[in-house]
């Protein structure tokens, strides 16, 4: 049996290094006032397709059995973080607490042709501050500096350099 190209499943050892990641990245996240939320993997077509995304990318989501009913076919599995986290800021604006501070570590998955270093399925970490009007641009600033400062945690990775 040969591996599912596109899909990695990782060994034993190679999780623990991914855990070890995540986990220094959300403790500089949340160092810096970012909470944490998790995304539904599942989103309405239209939805994903309305940045004008192609089509190719996104895997639609169709249970056998209603296969010929379509009644699932305007589902697809999320291709990033972005359209999810703009329909959840959304759909949770007035529980919210503006501006809001978020980060997200979670899996996405794109209908691309695999290669190396390029996956079908992987783990994408976002952070994002949002507001209800405008934001001030100090706020990019502080996006781009925590980002450094997550990435120049990772120095326990072989052969990784900022």
Do not use: C
């Amino acid at each position: 049996m040969s591996p599912l190209s596109g899909f990695p499943e990782l060994l034993p050892a190679q999780r623990v290094v991914e855990q070890r990641v995540i986990d220094s990245l959300r403790a500089t996240f949340e160092l810096h006032g970012f909470a944490n939320i998790e995304t539904r993997a599942v989103e309405p077509m239209d939805q994903l397709l309305r940045k004008g995304e192609t089509s190719k990318e996104v895997y639609v989501l169709r249970r056998l059995q209603d296969a010929d009913s379509g009644s699932d076919s305007g589902l697809g599995l999320h291709f990033d973080l972005t359209v999810p986290f703009a329909r959840y800021v959304l759909e949770h604006a007035g529980k919210l607490e503006f501006p809001f501070r978020r980060y997200q570590i979670q899996k996405v998955w794109r209908g691309e042709r695999p290669q190396e270093g390029r996956y079908r399925e992987f783990a994408q970490a976002d952070i994002d501050i949002v507001g209800r009007d405008v934001l001030p641009f100090h706020h990019d600033v502080e996006v781009a500096r925590v980002m450094v400062e997550a990435l120049a945690g990772l120095d326990f990775l072989p052969g990784f350099t900022l």
